[in-house]
């Protein structure tokens, strides 16, 4: 690397460092990811922008397709390969590593792929035939790796790893998205220890306060980069650095990791992107994208819940609100919207946008949809409900009013909401193959969250996506064809502008685009047909010359209204 060249790189690189450590621990830790970058071969940059129109995500597992004759890892591309190509742009394999918990996220080791998926071959394979997303799950181990084994025998370099804390401390301001107490005990050749472990007694804590963790877990990050991955989910980073005294949640050091990050990769692959996960009330969410210097991407968390309850209760009432007031994200900066993924749809990011008496009427909802709802400790000792846990084809049986027969039409107006918001849309695999509650992976596993995690046979999938009057096949075949459409749209490029309009409560309307490009999404979130009157036609500029370019039609009008059936959407044109 050219200290002319990226000078001003390593400069803030080493500025990131020192506000982080003593001045020879930095200068060391500079050193140590000059001489990495200058001594290893990255993949170069495929994209001259970092994101466009024709940007779809896929996020599953390596398994959530398998056959019994091959590798799950090949199953997985042959699938990409014949039922989406032309339809997604990149595949998110959540953690392909080996693991004792957690469904991968409780990480043996981050440099090995689980040989019951297969090897590193095919996660380069899949990552040259797409935008390959890859987790540096960053926040803690499996206690059955090698560096938990270094610390029980007080061996390096694990010794120094692992973040021990007085049982007697008061740790009451300590934010932890579970009930229970943060600290664990664990036997050594030294003695009783507790240790910290944010998610589970399996899931224990790395002290970055340690220089060589940060650089170790740096490394990882690179080797990832050097092996195809071209985005890269920072799991649970909101939890990374740790302070007696505060809530141990988004502290400046760890802003500062993030900005390191973003820094590093930039000179490793400069079209690598990061994307942070931080299931978090919205303001906190978005405070990743720090001035345009942290994440590129962030969830946009609060619309997986605030999207769910519109549609069960048929009103767009706090839905609207919340997209007429969103922020645009910086310069540089974007959402990366979904509607459900491996994890439950979270109720943290809507606090303070619905009130406590819709997302209990939610909770029983899904209750009765067959979900369930996992909970976490309030400071104040109490247990809150934390999210729903409930595959979201599932979640869309009926509304409040129970159930009925416009479970598909239902769901469609979801995800093609969803694709039509400014930002990079993603699939969970789960949901455009409308898998339902898999009840049975729960009874197995005695975990609510394996409702939404289905591992298919990939013969039977098939066997439903060929068969034209499923479920599966008319949801699949349907998002695939929107998709595609929206990839031929200059409207629909992540960076282009976003207008709310509030037509009414049973509506959602906004504009995106401008001029001859110019897109309006208009959907219908009810079970009723819904008349546009004339006024807000007129202020959308909306005439009977428009087409819908989800049907190549005109839409219906009729009497200078305009007419939506239960849950459609249009994308209209002039």
Same mark, same amino acid.
């Given at each position: ?39 290893? +071969? ?138 229970? +107490? ?45 092996? @195809? ?57 978005? +405070? ?215 037509? +009414? ?37 909306? @005439? ?31």
């Amino acid at each position: 690397m050219e200290e002319g060249t990226h000078g001003p790189v390593w400069g803030r690189i080493k500025e990131h460092l020192d506000d982080l450590y003593e001045c020879d621990d930095a200068t060391f830790l500079v050193q140590a990811l000059q001489n990495i970058l200058a001594t290893t +071969s990255f993949p170069e940059a495929k994209n001259q922008a970092p994101w466009s129109e024709k940007d779809v995500f896929l996020i599953m597992y390596g398994n959530s397709v398998k056959c019994d004759d091959e590798p799950p890892l090949l199953t997985l591309r042959r699938f990409l390969h014949e039922r989406l190509e032309g339809t997604v742009s990149g595949v998110h394999i959540l953690p392909f590593f080996p693991y004792s918990s957690d469904d991968g996220f409780s990480v043996i080791n981050y440099r090995q792929v689980n040989p019951e998926l297969g090897d590193w071959g095919d996660i380069e394979a899949i990552g040259k035939d797409l935008d390959l997303a890859v987790d540096l799950v960053i926040n803690h181990v499996s206690r059955q790796g090698l560096w938990f084994a270094d610390y029980l025998n007080d061996q390096e370099p694990g010794n120094r790893f692992f973040i021990e804390a007085d049982p007697d401390a008061d740790l009451s301001g300590v934010v932890r998205p579970r009930p229970g +107490s943060v600290l664990v005990p664990v036997q050594t050749r030294r003695g009783l220890r507790h240790l910290w472990a944010t998610f589970s007694a399996d899931q224990i804590d790395v002290n970055f306060k340690r220089p060589e963790v940060l650089l170790e877990y740096l490394k990882i990050l690179l080797h990832y980069v050097k092996s @195809g991955a071209r985005m890269i989910r920072l799991d649970a980073v909101a939890f990374l650095w740790k302070e007696l005294g505060t809530s141990c949640i988004h502290l400046p050091q760890t802003h500062r990791v993030v900005k390191l990050i973003r820094d590093l990769l930039s000179l490793a692959r400069p079209d690598c992107l990061i994307i942070t996960e931080t299931n978090v009330p919205h303001a906190e969410n978005v +405070s990743y994208f720090g001035d345009g210097d942290e994440a590129h991407l962030v969830y946009q968390f609060a619309l997986p819940p605030l999207l769910l309850h519109a549609l069960f209760r048929g009103t767009a009432t706090y839905l609207n609100r919340w997209l007429m007031a969103l922020s645009p994200p910086p310069s540089g900066c974007n959402f990366l919207n979904f509607t459900a993924s491996h994890d439950g749809i979270g109720l943290r990011p809507v606090e303070g946008i619905l009130p406590q008496t819709e997302v209990d009427e939610l909770v029983q909802g899904m209750h009765r949809f067959g979900g369930y709802v996992s909970m976490r400790a309030g400071n104040d000792g109490t247990e809150r409900p934390y999210e729903l846990n409930i595959a979201l084809f599932s979640a869309m049986k009926g509304s409040w009013k129970g159930e009925d027969a416009l479970q598909v039409e239902r769901f469609l107006c979801c995800e093609t909401l969803m694709l039509s918001l400014q930002g990079i849309p993603a699939f969970y695999f789960h949901s455009l193959v409308a898998t339902g509650n898999d009840t049975s992976g729960v009874e197995r596993t005695g975990r609510t969250r394996s409702i939404n995690r289905h591992r298919w046979d990939v013969a039977q999938l098939e066997e439903l996506l060929d068969r034209p009057t499923s479920s599966n096949s008319r949801v699949f075949r349907e998002l695939c064809r929107r998709a595609k459409i929206r990839r031929e749209l200059k409207a629909f490029h992540p960076d282009s502008q976003q207008t709310v309009f509030h037509l +009414s409560d049973a509506i959602v309307a906004f504009c995106r685009g401008q001029e001859k490009d110019r897109v309006i999404c208009m959907f219908n979130l009810t079970d009723q047909p819904v008349w546009v009157e004339g006024r807000p036609l007129l202020s959308l500029e909306i @005439g009977p010359g428009v087409v819908d370019l989800l049907e190549g039609q005109q839409p219906v009008f009729h009497d200078g209204k305009l007419m939506l059936e239960p849950y459609q959407a249009l994308w209209l044109m002039d």
